[in-house]
């Protein structure tokens, strides 16, 4: 296929309003795409050409991983004896059920098993959020009307 034809191709694909046409032969590959008033054309050409090799890279010049995002990391003893109260969805924490009302739990507090301690808001629905021990609030690890992801801790309980 040469250059005239190729520019024939473009022309007829323009006229016919088509969005998009491929033609592939044996050792050409073309791509004509048209739209908002342009005409693309892609023309690639088949080649056996030789697989460039990979560079190798010493372990020590690697780049080192960078972090998506802040992790809040709780420093926990091996004999850690609070239990974690986690975030069972992702939202927003509030630690009172209204801007006017009290808090539910504060450090210090008693919590039993169904004590509702804080309510994630997703997607424009206030979820109660259930302690499922029993014991004393000990810290809590999360600002009020911060966002919480699924499985962040919330409170730390010392069950004794």
């Known amino acids: 296929m040469d250059l005239k034809d190729i520019q024939n191709l473009i022309k007829f694909v323009a006229k016919s309003g088509a969005s998009e046409v491929k033609l592939e032969m044996e050792d050409i590959k073309i791509t004509v795409k048209t739209g908002s008033g342009k005409t693309e054309t892609t023309i690639l ?3 056996t050409m030789p697989a460039p090799q990979a560079p190798v890279v010493s372990q020590s010049a690697m780049p080192e991983p960078v ?7 709780v420093p926990v003893s091996e004999d850690s004896k609070y239990l974690t109260i986690t975030s069972p969805i992702i939202g927003t924490f509030y630690r009172r059920p209204s801007p006017d009302k009290a808090l539910f ?3 210090g507090d008693a919590v039993n098993e169904d004590s509702i301690v804080c309510v ?3 997607m424009k629905l206030f979820n109660e959020i259930e302690s499922e021990v ?4 000990v810290k ?4 009020d009307s911060s966002p919480v992801e ?8 010392d069950p004794s």
Not at 67 to 73: G, L, Q, W
Not at 134 to 137: D, M, P, Q, V
């Open 45 to 47: 050409q088949h080649a």
């Open 67 to 73: 972090a998506a995002t802040p992790v809040i990391e």
């Open 105 to 107: 739990v504060e450090v």
């Open 120 to 122: 994630i808001e997703a």
């Open 134 to 137: 029993s014991g004393k609030i």
């Open 140 to 143: 809590i690890l999360v600002e």
């Open 150 to 157: 699924f499985g962040q801790p919330l409170f730390l309980v």
